[in-house]
């Protein structure tokens, strides 16, 4: 998903951070960040937050709410794989 996502960013110039959590334990979470390379010519920014499982999805999102406000994000959208 994340080698598709990458060249449908490419295509449109468009730049992707990816943020994934791991959470052995409650409380202590392990993030992963992926950084893009931003050029003059990226139209968009697209942050990818990778909640560590269905049940956390919410709490993840409420959590990061303040930060993608801030930051300046038009839209927020929350998906879900089966």
Same mark, same amino acid.
């Given at each position: 998903?994340?080698?598709?996502?990458?060249?449908?960013?490419?295509?449109?110039?468009?730049?992707?951070?990816?943020?994934?959590? *791991? +959470?052995?334990?409650?409380?202590?979470?392990? #993030?992963?960040? !992926? &950084?893009?390379?931003?050029?003059?010519?990226?139209?968009? %920014?697209?942050?990818?937050? *990778? +909640?560590?499982?269905?049940?956390?999805?919410? #709490?993840?999102? !409420? &959590?990061?709410?303040?930060?993608?406000?801030?930051?300046? %994000?038009?839209?927020?959208?929350?998906?879900?794989?089966?």
């Amino acid at each position: 998903m994340e080698t598709f996502l990458k060249k449908v960013a490419e295509k449109n110039k468009s730049a992707i951070e990816i943020i994934s959590v *791991n +959470s052995n334990q409650p409380g202590q979470d392990i #993030y992963l960040i !992926k &950084k893009p390379v931003i050029f003059c010519e990226t139209k968009f %920014y697209v942050l990818i937050y *990778n +909640s560590s499982g269905h049940k956390r999805v919410a #709490y993840d999102m !409420k &959590k990061q709410c303040g930060k993608v406000i801030v930051s300046s %994000y038009e839209r927020v959208i929350g998906l879900q794989r089966c």
